[in-house]
């Protein structure tokens, strides 16, 4: 199994470790000390060893931030975690706030007054620590990067080591362009503004360039390590050397000098004393920008390789059609064994996620899973990035909502797909909801724009039908995946947030939902591929958004009178391709099930 | 009139302006002069004395931005001026370009390369000079204040006297709070935010805050003055003293301190010298960040009255509803006298402009227009912000589309209002896209929407079905609109750049359009109110908007079968409530033409 199910360590070990930690922080005359979630690549996936806000809170989400003062202690979180958050930690330490940065000022503003706020300054980006810089009057509090990281002192020898993992070759079969080529454009990004170098830090970004795939954090295939590319000639990679296989050495030398980790920082000196204008992005560490230097031509913006890596090639949308249809065979096999084994009364939440975990590894080509798969019945479905334990799982039981959110990992390409299955009737309010939910999917889904439509141009379309009913989710609607790569990348988000352009090539997922606390949860999730504009008629060729994902949509839970005439052509038209797509490759058994899970709606 | 119908001044009067601008340029050894349309007071409304930008570039347009460098030169536009700007500038001396912001970097580094890039720092506001800030590398680009108004030098003699109006009480009655309490309110934000001092720029902030209104700007009234506003006592507010009566002083004698305007500058110096904190907002003069000096306490972010002013109180809606009950009568009684008179072949662009004034004069209530009417009909209807000239005004033709944008400024409420009328039969084309505009516009005021929707997030909805035919529209779908002030008043904005939340009380346009470059523009054009929340049945209570804007939509350009249920049902609601409101105020005749004209769709 790529995922377990132990139980969360107790956060009544929190206690003593807030306590030494409180006492490191009067050492170095600390009002307060703010611990981010993020590692020092601002990676969202962190190994065990940056695992430092669960280490000092209990939660173990993958977004938050904690700020401990010398009485008192906040964790920060976004609507994701609202449940997940306060159930994990010390209730008796620990206040659980809303959105980060908005609320960080007030509270320290309470608790704090004035004083000295320290942060490591490796795992804190330049990103955010300009955001907090802005935030906080100068006068009243000075940002303090620490010496050491204050956790990791607490951590002591218990901290697991840092990941070592062997790097692979992604060869061009499946990358779809030579890093050479790569290296080209990125460079050719730098000359354009103006920079001498950029350095990277987004384990993804280094992947995408190299053409490299790693296993340094779970479910995600990265390397961790950093690399400078400067205008002109071969990329520097720094990676211990052990990691690299002659093979792999072959693989990377016409664009890249291996160079030892603990050359980094002596290069970014370099850069700084020679003068040099560097490229630093919003994700880097903010110790980077420290290390080049007062440079006046050093300035923060976006990762050069960022909007290439989501722009995907030809090669990568293949592949990310062929995974799609192969996940899809094991969803939609999975689904069918589900609907039969419920009546049993002995599927619980572990079992099926076992289950849908043999299905994908029965397609012969599964890596890994993208996630730990999010399975929760009932209440369970209610926390948004719920995490089964044996502690928590419950049976599925008859008249309650099953959400199951769940990727896979294939060379060619990454999955992320989230059905809500009906166990027995449903409630009237649940296919109701239900259907707001996929009225807001269909419309995102049947969108048209023009360039220069951003993420959040697109958002409010998948919340409108709930908006109406005085509905919401407290989460976006859409994030990039990564082709073999981490299963949220940016830049594009459909959500509040999401700033960046969308454009042809680059994939999305398309996720409304709905959360009832302590009832149940919706959401539907697919995969979506930004198509190239096409002329339709108007002054302006339009984009739109090709369907990946494939697997039925539960029809017990459509409320059928609700859709108007496009939106129920729109699921009739979907079901007949999940059908025409996936019959061939699944048992006779299956494929009558899954002719009745995609019949027509009328 | 409150509007004139002269051509602008020759663009041939530019080329000597401009010689002269740079010869002052080589002397301040500046490789690039930065001109904003902004004055002093960033108001989107400026006296003629700072014309500046028209003056230079023969630009008439209400929002652009020069610079003007040894050899080459370039005007930034936003899309309501791509077809206006090339028509009135010199095109041997300007290039015409797209977005200020975005566009400025490449324009520069293409070329000016590097060098001294000089600013006016009083027409600089805070906001604009952070953004030129983080756009230019400081190692290639100086940003360089000059000592004098290099335009102003250009323009010598003939440049007019700054207006000096006299200031007028706006009552209770009208304003519906006190200014006192307004004051105290204002300040209660200052000290939450542990400022000492707030610094006033923005006219229609000082107006809304004292309760007075002026006449320092064509068809705005407001008054073109600065405050400081201290976290507790009075006011102050510099203005010279015999723009003010006996009795308008003791009315600003309980919140305010009258001072003669050449002492802010000293106040400026005496709160810097204290060490004072000072919350300056993004649209206040750099200038007076300036010579508040290097205060770590001085922190830019938004006006601690903008909000406040923006959120109507129950007197002002009442007054809102009131003034576009009697607007909606003079514009419906226009709308019915048109469609007899074009018959004739006698109207043309400038006798509607004069005709609608005069309906509007009749109402005996009128005090100014809103703006100057924009009156296009056929390719004229394309400029977005067209002003009819008598040099430029068409007849009305059968077979084309007429779109007149006008307001009134009444002193209980000021309105808005665009309607697009067929003369003649429309094309299966206009109607279509009429409808598609529509459609948007009743999309968004059908719109439910949660606490914490800003106007970003409603945007789309306006745009949805121009985008699925490949149409757009190159402007925002709505601005916020003053009581008794500024047609176009901030925070809030239905645009991509809308990120201020809505709140209950907020007055916006809802304004979707499309044109077709050199054949017809259109545009439909309500005012709304953003409603309380209420619960539905939901978990949250959800806003919405309530419809101040009374006049029938040209039902000769709706094709009926291109509406759904519920978009029919909304149009024939309106009808029925603007024919309800309005057929007392009307003429029997005229009251003949609402029937038909607000008759059911169907």
Redesign the interface.
């Known amino acids: 199994m790529f995922q377990t199910f132990d139980p969360p360590s107790s956060t009544g070990a929190t206690a003593p470790r807030i306590a030494k930690l409180r006492d490191l922080m009067a050492k170095a005359k600390l009002d307060a000390l703010i611990i981010p979630r993020s590692d020092e690549y601002n990676n969202e996936y962190v190994p065990a060893c940056a695992e430092r806000l669960s280490y000092i809170t209990g939660f173990t989400g993958s977004a938050g931030l904690a700020v401990v003062a010398a009485k008192s202690a906040a964790l920060f979180v976004d609507g994701r975690y609202a449940v997940q958050a306060p159930a994990e930690v010390d209730g008796g330490i620990f206040e659980v706030k809303g959105m980060a940065h908005a609320d960080l000022k007030p509270w320290l503003?309470a608790h704090v007054k004035e004083g000295r706020i320290g942060f490591d300054p490796r795992t804190m980006s330049v990103g955010a620590f300009l955001q907090y810089r802005a935030l906080l009057?100068?006068?009243?509090f000075k940002l303090v990067p620490t010496r050491a990281n204050l956790v990791d002192r607490v951590w002591g020898r218990d901290r697991p080591a840092p990941p070592e993992g062997p790097v692979l070759i992604h060869p061009l079969s499946l990358a779809g362009q030579a890093s050479i080529d790569k290296l080209a454009a990125v460079q050719k990004q730098i000359r354009n503004l103006?920079f001498d170098a950029a350095v990277l830090t987004a384990p993804d970004n280094i992947c995408w360039l190299f053409n490299i795939r790693g296993c340094d954090v779970a479910h995600n295939p990265v390397v961790l390590a950093y690399a400078i590319v400067p205008v002109t000639g071969k990329a520097q990679l720094f990676l211990g050397a052990r990691r690299v296989t002659g093979e792999v050495k072959a693989w990377l030398a016409p664009v890249t000098k291996l160079k030892p980790p603990e050359t980094f920082e002596p290069a970014l000196k370099e850069l700084r004393d020679a003068g040099k204008?560097v490229q630093v992005g919003f994700g880097t560490s903010w110790w980077c920008e420290k290390a080049l230097g007062k440079s006046?031509?050093t300035?923060a913006g976006p990762d050069p390789c960022g909007e290439a890596k989501a722009i995907k090639n030809s090669t990568e949308i293949e592949g990310a059609r062929a995974a799609h249809r192969r996940d899809g065979v094991a969803v939609t096999r999975f689904l069918a064994w589900l609907d039969g084994a419920v009546d049993t009364g002995t599927v619980d939440e572990i079992t099926a996620v076992e289950k849908l975990e043999a299905f994908r590894r029965e397609t012969g080509a599964l890596k890994e899973i993208s996630f730990p798969t999010i399975s929760g019945s009932g209440p369970n479905g209610a926390i948004v990035h719920y995490r089964v334990t044996r502690a928590t799982t419950r049976r599925l039981k008859r008249g309650e909502l099953f959400l199951i959110d769940s990727g896979g990992q294939y060379e060619d390409g990454t999955t992320d797909i989230t059905r809500t299955i009906a166990i027995g009737a449903p409630s009237a309010e649940m296919r109701r909801r239900f259907t707001l939910v996929l009225k807001g999917m269909i419309s995102l889904s049947r969108?048209?724009?023009?360039a220069g439509?951003?993420g959040?141009?697109?958002?409010?379309?998948a919340r409108?039908a709930?908006?109406?009913?005085?509905?919401?989710y407290d989460h976006g609607t859409g994030h990039g995946v990564g082709s073999y790569l981490n299963v949220h990348e940016g830049p594009q988000s459909i959500s509040?947030a999401g700033i960046a352009e969308l454009k042809p090539g680059m994939i999305c997922s398309n996720e409304p939902g709905y959360y009832?606390n302590g009832a149940y949860g919706i959401r539907i999730e697919n995969l979506v591929l930004i198509t190239e504009p096409r002329?339709?008629?108007?002054?302006?060729?339009?984009m739109g958004f090709e369907t990946l994902t494939l697997a039925p949509i539960d029809r017990r839970l459509i409320a059928v009178e609700m859709l108007?005439a496009e939106e129920l052509a729109w699921a009739d038209a979907y079901h007949a391709r999940v059908r025409a797509e996936l019959s061939a490759d699944v048992s006779p058994g299956e494929r009558r099930w899954l002719e009745a899970a995609t019949s027509k709606l009328l």
Not at 447 to 450: G, M, S
Not at 456 to 461: C, N, Q, R, T, Y
Not at 466 to 472: D, H, I, P, S, V
Not at 535 to 542: A, E, M, R, W, Y
């Open positions: 503003i009057p100068k006068a009243d103006r204008a006046k031509r300035v969108a048209r724009f023009p439509t951003r959040v141009d697109l958002d409010p379309l409108r709930l908006w109406a009913e005085g509905l919401n509040k009832k002329d339709v008629g108007g002054d302006l060729p339009v108007d």
